[in-house]
């Protein structure tokens, strides 16, 4: 029985990778909050992220711009 779960999961894996964007080497990358007021991104886990209601996760810094988002005032400064 455990070698079946355990196989049932190895086989979701990819499919759970699979599904992450992948970012571009060659671009700055920057983290955001994903909740539904957040207007700023990061250089790094700071201050500014402490309240986030949502995820934090990396996107690139173009994508970051693309959403409305602007630099952190703790980061940039």
Same mark, same amino acid.
């Given at each position: 029985?455990?070698? %079946?779960?355990?196989?049932? *999961?190895?086989?979701? &894996?990819? %499919? &759970?990778?699979?599904? %992450?964007? *992948?970012?571009?080497?060659?671009?700055?990358?920057? &983290?955001?909050?994903?909740?539904?007021?957040?207007?700023?991104?990061?250089?790094?886990?700071?201050?500014? &992220?402490?309240?986030?209601?949502?995820?934090?996760?990396?996107?690139?810094?173009?994508? *970051?711009?693309?959403?409305?988002?602007?630099?952190?005032?703790?980061?940039?400064?």
């Amino acid at each position: 029985m455990k070698r %079946v779960l355990l196989l049932g *999961a190895m086989m979701i &894996l990819p %499919v &759970l990778m699979s599904s %992450v964007p *992948a970012v571009p080497a060659d671009e700055p990358t920057v &983290l955001i909050c994903t909740g539904k007021y957040a207007k700023k991104y990061h250089k790094s886990q700071c201050k500014g &992220l402490d309240n986030c209601k949502g995820k934090v996760i990396k996107v690139t810094l173009s994508e *970051a711009k693309k959403q409305g988002k602007t630099e952190c005032g703790y980061c940039y400064k």
